[in-house]
Structures are given as structure tokens and as C-alpha cells.
């Protein structure tokens, strides 16, 4: 971001699996994190935006089955 790479620690947890009706294997996951817009060099606006930003990921995923 803004030029600058670094790593960030996301957390994820797992909501769900289920199979669907067409025998597919479906996961939900809820992923967070937070990183500090100082850490990439974007301390402008820091009157007007938090320096303190929220990531948040709800992610879907779906296995299809053999026979698909």
C-alpha cells in the first residue's frame, strides 16, 4: 500500500461446512486483522481518518464434487 509492503497477521475462524444439495462441500470462514496506515507511510488526514484500519474478510468457499 502507498509503496510499501509488510506483512499483516489475519485471524481466521471457521463459521461452517456444510454439503449442498448438488453434494458440493461448502466452508465459511471469517477472517480480521488491523494494520496502522502510519506503518505505509499515510500520515496524512490523520485529523479526518482513524490511523487505525479494520480488515475484515467473509469468505465463501465451495468444493465441487466428483461427479460434478
Given at each position: 500500500m502507498h509503496g510499501?509492503?509488510?506483512p499483516i497477521t489475519l485471524t481466521a475462524e471457521l463459521k461452517g461446512t456444510e454439503e449442498d444439495p448438488r453434494g458440493n462441500q461448502r466452508l465459511a470462514l471469517e477472517v480480521?486483522?488491523?494494520l496502522n496506515?502510519?506503518?505505509y507511510g499515510m500520515t496524512y488526514l490523520n485529523v479526518l481518518?482513524?490511523?487505525k484500519v479494520a480488515l475484515r474478510l467473509d469468505i465463501s468457499a465451495?468444493?465441487?464434487?466428483?461427479?460434478a
Open positions: 510499501v509492503t509488510r480480521g486483522g488491523q496506515r502510519g506503518d481518518v482513524s490511523n465451495v468444493r465441487r464434487s466428483n461427479d
